[in-house]
């Protein structure tokens, strides 16, 4: 069974603060990963992939792989009240997408 | 790019009609797949294609489910007869060779 967790929060942080959030999965021959933020009613929306070990860097977000430990992580620096909306992790298994329950974060103003 | 388009968007039936969703992928994606979201399980993959194929299948909840991928730039997902407890949001999602995968709008189902 591939599974992906995450801790469905909320994850409450002030505005202009550093939002972290987790996810695990359970399949050491995962490759790719993903992070969809979704707002509410809304369509799951891309706005990192990562592939190798280490960090990448886009805008405010960056997002952390580490596949020794198995885990996957998405930094938010300066968050903003326009952040607050569910991130759900996502790890390809061969072809098949599997979505972790989302963790949904709540920026304050 | 129009991204992936979806109709119709909102849904509302009787138990028992059937029910038929429509996909229309980004133009060169060669991978399509639906999922179903509801407040208890999440997202849920129930089928995907891959260059039209359908190659698994094993998310689809019972043989009221089925679901077609007949040319590059469509599918649809039907549900004959509908249950009350199919009334869930219906995404279909594309991507290129297992890459990024793009979302749709989605079709918000009410089965009453």
């Known amino acids: 069974q591939k599974e992906v967790e995450q801790n469905s929060g909320p994850l409450s942080v002030p505005e202009g603060a550093i939002a972290s959030l987790n996810c695990t999965y359970s399949?050491?021959?995962?490759?790719?990963f993903f992070w969809y933020r979704q707002y509410s009613g809304k369509s799951p929306e891309l706005i990192m992939s990562?592939?190798?070990?280490g960090d990448k860097e886009d805008g405010r977000f960056t997002a952390q792989l580490n596949k020794a430990s198995q885990y996957v992580s998405l930094l938010i620096r300066d968050s903003q009240p326009s952040d607050s909306a569910t991130y759900l992790c996502a790890v390809l298994y061969g072809q098949n997408f599997v979505f972790g329950p989302g963790t949904r974060l709540s920026v304050l103003p | 790019d129009a991204g992936v388009i979806q109709s119709p968007r909102h849904e509302v039936t009787e138990m028992g009609q059937e029910v038929t969703l429509r996909c229309k992928p980004i133009?060169?994606?060669?991978?399509l797949f639906w999922y179903r979201q509801t407040m208890m399980r999440g997202l849920e993959l129930l089928i995907y294609?891959?260059?039209?194929?359908?190659?698994?299948d094993s998310g689809m909840p019972e043989d009221r489910f089925s679901a077609k991928m007949p040319n590059a730039s469509f599918s649809t997902l039907k549900i004959q007869p509908s249950e009350p407890r199919d009334s869930a949001v219906y995404f279909c999602?594309?991507?290129?060779?297992?890459?990024?995968?793009?979302f749709g709008p989605g079709t918000r189902l009410t089965v009453t």
């Open positions: 294609f891959n260059n039209n194929v359908p190659i698994d």
């Open positions: 990562i592939y190798s070990n």
């Open positions: 133009s060169g994606h060669n991978s």
């Open positions: 399949d050491r021959v995962s490759q790719s």
């Open positions: 999602a594309s991507t290129l060779s297992s890459h990024e995968q793009y």
